[in-house]
């Protein structure tokens, strides 16, 4: 099964600042890669599919790219909004689809 | 709009069945190409992909948690099912269902999952 590791696991920045996490999975997933938003009490939410494709509705400073086995997700320039835990999955052929660890992104 | 919510008792006993229902509103769960899954999230910790189930019945289910789960669709009640069989305080969990969308980009299909239900909280204790 393909397994999937995030880094860092946590974070700390400022409004206005440009962030990147980073999702390594454990064999070629091509562009098969989600990324998600999770607010605290809340149900995750679909930013990027298929590595860079911006999901309707979601802030154009939000951006993905890689392919093979690393993928990033940059935050061009942080808002309030954005302090949420970040989770990458794979969606690479059929199930299982297994999630990162996350990273939390927290106010300095 | 598609919501989905979930239900099922909050607490259950170790040993025991987990049960819980998704139901499906704003669409219908056998619509063609969409899977269907649960996802669970501990107290404190990160996301835990369960299991999804295609809208033709086809399953698959994390090789941590197979001989234990069971995922099912109703199609009558248009209902997302899940049955998690010996329980432990390892399973106490938010338990969220969500829709897979197939969704295009180029020549290719790629799935998400892009609706969720709110989550149900279920302890596992005596």
């Known amino acids: 099964d393909i397994q999937m590791t995030q880094s860092p696991s946590s974070l700390s920045a400022s409004v206005g600042d440009r962030v990147t996490i980073t999702c390594r999975a454990s064999q070629s997933i091509s562009n098969y890669l989600n990324w998600y938003q999770q607010k605290p009490g809340k149900a995750p939410k679909l930013l990027i599919y298929a590595a860079s494709s911006l999901q309707s509705g979601v802030p154009s400073r939000f951006s993905g790219s890689g392919s093979g086995t690393d993928f990033t997700l940059t935050i061009s320039s942080l808002q309030p909004e954005d302090f949420a835990t970040y989770y990458c999955?794979?969606?690479?052929?059929?199930?299982?689809?297994?999630f990162g660890q996350g990273t939390k992104v927290e106010i300095k | 709009q598609l919501q989905l919510q979930e239900s099922g008792p909050g607490l259950v006993k170790p040993s025991e069945t987990l049960s819980l229902t998704c139901t499906v509103s704003?669409?219908?769960?056998?619509?063609?190409?969409?899977?269907w899954g649960w996802i669970r999230q501990p107290p404190g910790k990160g996301l835990e992909w369960i299991g999804s189930?295609?809208?033709?019945?086809?399953?698959n289910y994390n090789p941590s948690l197979t001989s234990r789960v069971t995922i099912y669709l109703d199609t009558s009640k248009n209902q997302l099912s899940l049955k998690l069989s010996s329980v432990t305080a390892a399973d106490t969990a938010v338990y969220y269902c969500?829709?897979?969308?197939?969704?295009?980009?180029?020549?290719?299909?790629?799935?998400?999952?892009?609706?969720w239900g709110q989550g149900t909280t279920v302890t596992v204790s005596s």
């Open positions: 704003g669409g219908s769960i056998s619509s063609t190409s969409y899977y």
């Open positions: 969500a829709r897979h969308a197939e969704m295009a980009k180029g020549y290719y299909y790629y799935y998400g999952m892009d609706v």
């Open positions: 189930i295609y809208y033709s019945g086809t399953t």
């Open positions: 999955q794979q969606s690479y052929n059929t199930p299982p689809w297994m």
